[in-house]
């Protein structure tokens, strides 16, 4: 298997030129060390200010249900936000943050946990049409290279299922674009970009055909989180 941090030419090749200003992609091993660091504190201090968002997107990959697929799950915060009909497989990236994950499921309160796995979104050990449902909850703009992830996320989802995204996407212009390009320059070594935009996401999805965007909700109250949903269309039969 390929790993992602050997890729970074190639991923950076894909990259589609995009007519905002942006930072750069986080770097892999910036990643792992900023959630290492975050694991012992994420539930209290993170924990609350993503979970309008968290909570939005586990209720739509809950709609489809069945076998679920959260990417970068972290300390398995969204485990209470899935019912006992779903099955949840958990990867992520931190060992350390994946402990705490590890120990929410040990406690028995989550029987739909079926699966916690270190791994890396750019090289998912799943076999294609893998799962109903694949979700990420604030981790696509922080991968090295997000149109591979999204690449990976549409191979193990099966045809009629979902790809559920959810994140703060940037402003693109004027002076709140430039607020979040000023935060995200000096929060990167805390492995949080708050800029991101959704012109990087939809020009990925024109290279995808089968992937038909089905919904983008700026989240109540103030939309600060975006939800994004995809479906995979299934294949015609002939
Ligand atoms: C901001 S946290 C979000 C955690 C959880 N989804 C939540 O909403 O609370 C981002 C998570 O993505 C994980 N992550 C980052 N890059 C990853 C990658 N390439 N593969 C898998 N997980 C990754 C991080 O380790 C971290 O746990």
Redesign the pocket.
Known sequence: MKS?ATSGTADRDRTPSIAVHSTAD?E?HM??KA?AR?APV?DAI??PV?LA??RAAAQAAGRVGGRIL??????G??FPDYDASTEITG????EP?LEKARQKAGTGRFPQVKALAQ????DLAFPDSSFDCVV????IT???SPER?LDECARVVRPGGEVVLVNHLYSETGVAAAVERWFARRTRHL??RPEFPFARIAAWRETRPEMTLVERTALKPFGVYTLIRFRKEPVASV
């Open positions: 992602a986080l892999h990643v792992e959630y975050w994420y993170i924990g993503f968002g968290r959260e990417i970068g799950v972290g300390t915060l969204s990867i992520d990236l931190s943050m791994m890396d979104a750019h990420a909850q604030f981790v922080l991968v090295q992830v492995g949080l």
